[in-house]
Nanobody, 123 residues
Framework: VQLQAFGGGLVQAGGSLRLSCAAS????????MGWFRQVPGKEREFVAG????????YSADSMKGRFTISRDNAKVAVYLQINGLKPEDTAVYYC?????????????????WGQGTEVTVSS
């Protein structure tokens, strides 16, 4: 099973991006999917997560307002809409899938990872 993240790129501050993540096949037992990001030299941080059945969303406090996660069960895909991009949003964004029955912000609780898509925000 592979997760493929795409949609990153170079964008000016204030702009928007929609990142997408698609699974190569239906992942049995997946209950949540999430987005993380990592700035070079820093630890990977949680951005937002969503339950696969019910669409309950949760996000890091610092990400609320500009980051919106959504999913498409039929396409086995999850999306991250980022508005009002800032230079500090520059990072590699990863999608991940978790079999845990509870929503989680811990990367150790995610079992499958995509390869990441790079977002660069110019000032």
């Amino acid at each position: 099973v592979q997760l493929q993240a795409f949609g990153g790129g170079l964008v000016q501050a204030g702009g928007s991006l929609r990142l997408s993540c698609a699974a190569s096949e239906r992942i049995f037992g997946i209950n949540h999917m999430g987005w993380f990001r990592q700035v070079p030299g820093k630890e990977r941080e949680f951005v937002a997560g969503i339950s696969w059945n019910g669409g309950i969303v949760y996000s890091a406090d610092s990400m609320k307002g500009r980051f919106t996660i959504s999913r498409d069960n039929a396409k086995v895909a999850v999306y991250l809409q980022i508005n009002g991009l800032k230079p500090e949003d520059t990072a590699v964004y990863y999608c991940a899938a978790s079999t845990r029955s509870w929503g989680t912000r811990r990367q150790d609780d995610y079992d499958y990872w995509g390869q990441g898509t790079e977002v660069t925000v110019s000032s």
